[in-house]
Nanobody
Framework: QVQLVESGGGLVQTGASLRLSCEAS????????MAWFRQAPGKEREFVSA????????DYADSVKGRFTISRDNAKNTAYLHLNSLRPEDTAVYYC???????????????WGQGTQVTVSS
């Protein structure tokens, strides 16, 4: 029903920046609340950031506050995550997610992308 495609991951050095994108296939993108999660090798998937459908509410995990910025362009059906001052501990597969209904930053989310790999060298 909703397809999410992430892009923008890569291999970077400590301190570098990346911009991740999540493009949704569905029209009326402003109907959906969006979020980013990540999963590092051997660890559980964890919440990173969320943004409400019209950008009124934004939330970040404590581990990324001040370094990551979430945004969205509803005209382009795309959500973004700017990753700054990257650290090796940020290495993970980053997933985009979407939900309808009330804004719940941690979810649950209904739709998930396939993920994009972010690797930060030490």
């Amino acid at each position: 029903q909703v397809q999410l495609v992430e892009s923008g991951g890569g291999l970077v050095q400590t301190g570098a920046s990346l911009r991740l994108s999540c493009e949704a296939s569905r029209r009326a993108f402003d109907f959906w609340h969006m979020a980013w999660f990540r999963q590092a090798p051997g660890k559980e998937r964890e919440f990173v950031s969320a943004i409400s459908s019209l950008s009124e509410r934004i939330d970040y995990a404590d581990s990324v506050k001040g370094r990551f910025t979430i945004s969205r362009d509803n005209a382009k059906n795309t959500a973004y995550l700017h990753l700054n001052s990257l650290r090796p501990e940020d290495t993970a597969v980053y997933y985009c997610a979407a939900r309808a209904g009330p804004y719940l930053s941690r979810g649950p989310y209904t739709y998930w992308g396939q993920g994009t790999q972010v690797t930060v060298s030490s």
